[in-house]
């Protein structure tokens, strides 16, 4: 059974930094696309970042904030927020396939999700 398990969300004031760790396992993905999403309240979910084989995107509202990383080795993906923003506020989703992920459509597995809350 393949499983994608978020942690690090919690609740940061503004301008504070937090690293979100996706756990995965049942299948490798060494290969594969890997992103994260985010969803807040009442909002379509939106991709926020995607890495594989070295070569990272990311959306523009976190462009030089947010950065990507996997750990193939661990089975490990990151997202390190720095200089949090309340408009940042989300459930944070890991995310993984075996095409490109350029939207919610392209997913094959899901995580469960990680809250971010980011006070003003």
């Known amino acids: 059974q393949v499983q994608l398990i978020e942690s690090g969300g919690g609740l940061v004031q503004a301008g504070g930094d937090l690293r979100l760790s996706c756990y995965t396992s049942?299948?490798?993905?060494?290969?594969?696309?890997m992103a994260w999403f985010r969803q807040a309240p009442g909002k379509e979910r939106k991709l926020v970042a995607r890495r594989i084989a070295g070569n990272t995107s990311y959306a523009t509202s976190v462009k030089g904030r947010f950065t990507i990383s996997r750990d193939n080795a661990k089975n490990m993906m990151f997202l390190q927020m720095n200089n949090l923003k309340p408009e940042d506020t989300a459930v944070y989703y890991c995310?993984?396939?075996?095409?490109?992920?350029?939207?919610?459509?392209?997913?094959?597995?899901w995580g469960q999700g990680t809250q971010v809350t980011v006070s003003s």
């Open positions: 995310a993984a396939s075996s095409r490109i992920i350029l939207s919610t459509s392209d997913v094959e597995y």
């Open positions: 049942g299948r490798t993905f060494t290969t594969d696309d």
